[in-house]
């Protein structure tokens, strides 16, 4: 019985998942693959407090419920359950937020790249948030100086919209808040 040597990858779990050390990293996982990154540094962090206060605006008008990182966003226990550096769930959705995570596709996801997480962000989790019919996807690129906005259309993404320092940015679920994109990525 010859033949070609077989890669077997084991598959994990969102219950998987749930048993990672708390040790600093976030793991995630991702097409059924445990991922992790380190603790994102202090210019991630700072940027995504900046959206983070935007976002806040339009929780406080009453548009949704807003979600930081690590809050679990379970798209498929058995395939994809990841942790968004922010969240934004329209108040006419809140049947998919329980008191352990979110079950199923937010309205916005927003992620701010890092050396660590760039890769992953704009490929395997691009992928997974458009598959799963997240409506909006914010990357935001502090190398660049760049917001990358994607919308949901119909099986997936259009070509995304590229904000910069000068540029607006707002999204449809909340069309009266907006902010300059240099706002957001300001130290």
């Not at 990293?25 to 991922?35: A, C, K, P, Q």
């Not at 760049?146 to 997936?156: K, L, M, Q, T």
């Not at 607006?168 to 990525?185: G, K, N, W």
Request: proline residues 7%; aromatic residues 8%; charged residues 30%.
């Amino acid at each position: 019985m010859g033949g070609e040597p077989v890669d077997i990858k084991p598959t994990f779990t969102y219950d998987d998942l749930r048993q990672m050390p708390e040790d600093g990293r976030r793991y995630e996982l991702l097409d059924g693959e445990i991922v992790s990154s380190p603790a994102p540094k202090l210019r991630h962090q700072r940027i995504v407090t900046n959206v983070c206060l935007f976002l806040g605006r339009a929780k406080a008008a009453g548009h949704g419920q807003l979600f930081t990182a690590p809050t679990d966003v379970v798209f498929d226990p058995r395939v994809a359950a990841l942790e968004p550096d922010l969240v934004f769930i329209g108040r006419d959705r809140s049947e998919i937020m329980t008191e352990d995570n979110i079950q199923g596709a937010p309205d916005l996801v927003v992620e701010v790249l890092s050396e660590s997480t760039r890769r992953r962000d704009i490929g395997a989790k691009l992928r997974t948030y458009a598959r799963y019919g997240v409506r909006f996807y914010w990357v935001v690129d502090p190398e660049e100086d760049v917001v990358r906005v994607y919308e949901h259309a119909g099986e997936g993404f259009r070509p995304p919209v590229f904000l910069r320092a000068d540029d607006t940015l707002a999204c449809p679920l909340f069309p009266e808040i907006t902010a300059r994109v240099s706002e957001c990525l300001s130290d």
